[in-house]
Nanobody
Framework: VQLVESGGGLVQPGGSLRLSCAASGFTFSSYRMSWYRQAPGKERELVAHITSAGGGTNYADSVKGRFTISRINAKNTVYLQMNGLKPEDTAVYFC?????????WGQGTQVTVSS
């Protein structure tokens, strides 16, 4: 299982970014995918997840209405569209999959929201 995130960067408050996570090594279309984030000095927290076919999503209260998780199974990729970014969204963002009994993680991508 390999997960590779991309798309992070520095953005001003109110701006947007789209994160991508390219997956390989498992049957992507059969698994729920998740995005997490971890800010300095804080625990890793769930941001959003999406069901295997993409028909169901769930979001942390702190990002509802601003972030959208989606996936394209033909591309083995999950996305996180982030709009209306706030300084408190600054964190390393990880995608994750529970495969078998193990949670797999990517290396993460840094998102910094600052003026």
């Amino acid at each position: 299982v390999q997960l590779v995130e991309s798309g992070g960067g520095l953005v001003q408050p109110g701006g947007s970014l789209r994160l991508s996570c390219a997956a390989s090594g498992f049957t992507f279309s059969s698994y729920r995918m998740s995005w997490y984030r971890q800010a300095p000095g804080k625990e890793r927290e769930l941001v959003a997840h999406i069901t295997s076919a993409g028909g169901g999503t769930n979001y942390a209260d702190s990002v509802k209405g601003r972030f959208t998780i989606s996936r394209i199974n033909a591309k083995n990729t999950v996305y996180l569209q982030m709009n209306g970014l706030k300084p408190e969204d600054t964190a390393v963002y990880f995608c994750s999959v529970l495969y078998g009994w193990t949670n797999y993680w990517g290396q993460g991508t840094q998102v910094t929201v600052s003026s």
